[in-house]
């Protein structure tokens, strides 16, 4: 009796140490990934909307906002320079909305990042195999420091949300503790700021914001959309075979993307002397494969 009893003890503990096992995740057999991050660099060049080097125009102004965080709405990876938009191996779409009337970027329910955060991460085996030169990403906001110069003559570091996507449905937001209730569509260009509890918000007028797209003349962007085009180096390919994950840095160059025009030319950001915000698109992408 005693025999079988001790028998059945390391029944029992061995089983008891399968079934342990058993819920483990097997790391030999676990998916490889597209990993998506975000960087916004000041010292990354300045593009037009026709991805070509540009300066100030004489009569603005401009600064590089210090960005804390960004949401995107669509990616998608274009192996042609001819291929249109939508054509392309679509990796990720957010989720839109009509509660404002017409179709718009659902805010409340988007995703956000901040730089070198990761933004995505898709198994590869959802991707279609291929080789691509370049990928499209549709900006949806910004948020992040800039500089104004107040009536009393001193410099106060302010938080701007700016809302880049093509349409997007507000409901509530918040910067630093003041709530903006809005409960509609705002079209490409609504801005709001937030200084000391101060608030202020305002539109930019729609088609102004700059969407830097190189192809241009062979793969057009719906106007009033900010779907930025950024070209791979060396091509970027997807085998179907990897089995490490593989990570993709959306590079976005924030230099001198805050752009007002100057009623006093010092350089300085003054809206209370009626200093009106002319753009805030990204100024470039470039797609880093790591």
């Given amino acids: 009796m005693k025999l079988f009893k001790t028998t059945l003890f390391f029944f029992v503990l061995v089983l008891i140490s399968c079934s342990e096992e058993s819920t483990q995740p097997n790391q030999d057999n676990s998916e490889a990934n597209l ?8 010292n990354q060049e300045r593009l037009d909307n026709f991805g070509q080097p540009t300066s100030i125009p004489e009569d603005n102004a401009a600064q590089s906002p210090s960005i804390r965080r960004m949401s995107v709405n669509y990616i998608e990876l274009a192996p042609q320079t001819y291929t249109l938009l939508g054509e392309g191996e679509k990796v990720f779409e957010g989720l839109q909305t009509d509660q404002g009337g017409e179709m718009a970027i659902d805010f409340q329910n988007a995703i956000f990042a901040g730089n070198e955060e990761q933004f995505l991460s898709i198994p590869l085996s959802e991707i279609q195999a291929g080789n691509y030169n370049w990928i499209r990403v549709s900006l949806a906001y910004q948020e992040g420091d800039i500089v104004v110069l107040a009536q009393d003559g001193n410099e106060y570091t302010g938080t701007l949300a700016s809302f880049v996507g093509y349409n997007t449905y507000i409901s509530t937001f918040n910067l630093n503790g003041s ?19 101060y608030t202020f918000q305002g539109q930019v007028p729609v088609g102004a914001t700059t969407v ?7 793969s057009p962007i719906p106007e009033g959309s900010c779907v930025v ?57 470039i797609p880093l494969v790591e």
């Fill in 35 to 42: 990993i998506i991050k975000l960087k916004f660099d000041p």
């Fill in 179 to 197: 709530e903006f209730v809005i409960n509609e569509n705002k079209l490409q260009g609504f801005w709001a700021y937030e200084t000391l509890g």
């Fill in 212 to 218: 830097p797209n190189p192809l241009f003349d062979s």
């Fill in 229 to 285: 085009t950024g070209q791979f180096e060396n091509g970027f390919t997807i085998t179907g075979n990897e089995t490490e994950d593989v990570v993709v840095t959306l590079s976005f160059s924030t230099n001198n993307s805050f752009e007002w025009a100057e009623i006093n030319p010092d350089g300085k950001y003054e809206p209370s002397i009626g200093e009106n915000v002319v753009d805030m698109g990204i100024r470039g992408l």
